[in-house]
């Protein structure tokens, strides 16, 4: 049996998805830029081309304004991760997803490069802004969230939900210190050395070791 294909999005949802995404893109510049407690909503709407009025429709803060760059960093990982080779173990796969995640290259090297280098100088503000920070672990605590599920569907059946759990909030936490700590580096995206993908695979490998999740069974 076929599996569904996924609806195409409507025109609405497109426009509204650009429209969040240019917001996202421009506020991520102004923070990098200016530090979030020098930059307003209104100074982000301008700057995106959309009202005041548009930009309370989609973020209730200015901080939250960033939260479609950051969370799309997320959703490439989680589906490269879906995505696995049937061959790969689960510390395999994860590692495999965060390269490709975090590695610029193919069809989409300019796009991730670019998110790359604004999640760079957004992640340099987040310590001098609270706010800023709060949006950016919310993220996080709900990327750990989406994980878990992930991780459930590549491993045995009957895997101990609590290695499961210990497996996302290590992988997440992994990402999370990797990002914070490549963003404090002048490494380029894709330095095979020092980049964001050597970086997370480090901190992966070390936050991992130990934990026993195995991979589920190709069957017939």
């Not at 989609?58 to 799309?72: D, I, M, N, Q, S």
């Not at 580096?185 to 934990?211: M, S, Y």
């Amino acid at each position: 049996m076929a599996a569904a294909s996924t609806p195409r999005p409507s025109l609405t949802e497109r426009r509204k998805a650009e429209t969040q995404w240019e917001i996202a893109r421009r506020a991520a510049e102004l923070f990098s830029e200016h530090g979030a407690g020098q930059v307003t909503a209104e100074g982000i709407a301008q700057e995106a081309g959309v009202s005041l009025r548009t930009f309370y429709r989609y973020f209730r803060t200015k901080e939250e304004a960033v939260v479609p760059l950051l969370a799309g960093g997320v959703h490439h990982w989680l589906t490269d991760l879906a995505a696995a080779p049937a061959g790969l173990s689960v510390p395999e796969a994860l590692e495999r997803a965060v390269r490709a995640a975090l590695t610029p290259q193919g069809e989409h090297e300019k796009e991730r490069t670019e998110a790359l280098s604004r999640t760079r100088g957004l992640l340099r503000a987040v310590p001098e802004d609270p706010a800023l920070r709060s949006v950016w672990l919310r993220v996080h605590a709900e990327a750990e969230e989406s994980l878990v599920p992930v991780l459930a569907e590549l491993a045995e059946p009957d895997t101990d939900p609590l290695e499961l759990r210990l497996t996302a909030t290590a992988a997440n936490a992994a990402m999370r210190v990797a990002m914070e700590t490549w963003a404090a580096t002048d490494a380029e995206p894709d330095d095979a050395e020092r980049g964001p993908a050597a970086v997370a695979v480090r901190c992966l490998r070390g936050l991992t070791a130990g934990l026993r999740v195995p991979r589920a069974q190709q069957r017939g």
